[in-house]
């Protein structure tokens, strides 16, 4: 069963607007979330995280918010560049530190 | 971060053969990753290995069709068996390298394709 899930497949945003990545949750034992970035014939790339006893996170152009009664996490990226195209992974873990990931957001950014 | 590199980068393999990923990282790190992800699907771990112990598999996997070295803090291998189609895949290791929170680091992955 898919613990983690990002509903949207595919989201297409211009240059310099927001990007707005979702991600639900249902194991109510998570308590760390991550987000990855992913370009062709790489591995994931760690972009930011957010602990449980948080409900937001920022680090530069990239910002992560919590909100744990819904079980639903967001990824902003203000303001969204070209060099942003990639696949968007939430991932979540509880205490045995293992990853449970979702299925992945393709953000392309329009110039 | 650690440094992590992963050989062969691809491989087109037979149906029937073994291939084996080597898995190595610039750094001793305690807990090392295996994950695949499946063409247009997410990635999936397929077990926890750590040095000195058996590999620990995720549900769906096991060691007759995904062995697992860990001979050093540094070094890890996997197996994929025995293969058909069905394992094409992109293979990638990881590493837990913050010993606060879980943020793990990917090597670049091997890009396998079965015929």
């Known amino acids: 069963d898919q613990q983690v899930k990002q509903n949207s497949p595919s989201l297409s945003v211009q240059e310099g607007r927001i990007s707005i990545l979702n991600c639900d949750y249902t194991n109510s034992m998570f308590d760390y979330f991550l987000w990855y970035k992913k370009y062709p014939a790489e591995g994931p790339t760690f972009l930011i995280s957010i602990s449980s006893i948080k409900d937001k996170n920022e680090d530069g152009r990239f910002t992560v918010f919590l909100n744990k009664s819904a079980k639903h996490l967001s990824l902003h990226i203000v303001p969204s560049q070209p060099g942003d195209s990639a696949v968007y992974f939430c991932?979540?873990?509880?205490?045995?530190?293992?990853?449970?990931f979702g299925a992945g957001t393709t953000v392309t950014v329009r110039a | 971060s650690a440094v992590i590199s992963q050989k062969p980068s691809r491989d087109i393999c037979q149906r029937g053969t073994s291939l084996t990923i080597q898995c190595q990282v610039d750094s001793q790190v305690t807990m090392m990753f295996w994950y695949r992800q499946q063409p247009g699907q997410s990635l999936t771990l397929i077990a926890t290995?750590?040095?000195?112990?058996?590999?620990?598999?995720e549900s769906g996997f096991v060691i007759d069709k995904f062995p697992i070295s860990r001979p050093n803090l540094t070094f890890s291998t996997l197996t994929v068996s025995n293969m058909s189609p069905e394992d094409s895949s992109i293979y990638l290791c990881s590493v837990d390298w913050d010993r606060v929170f879980n943020e793990q680091f990917f090597g670049p992955g091997t890009r396998l394709t079965v015929l």
């Open positions: 991932a979540a873990s509880a205490s045995s530190r293992k990853l449970s």
């Open positions: 290995a750590n040095q000195g112990s058996e590999a620990t598999y």
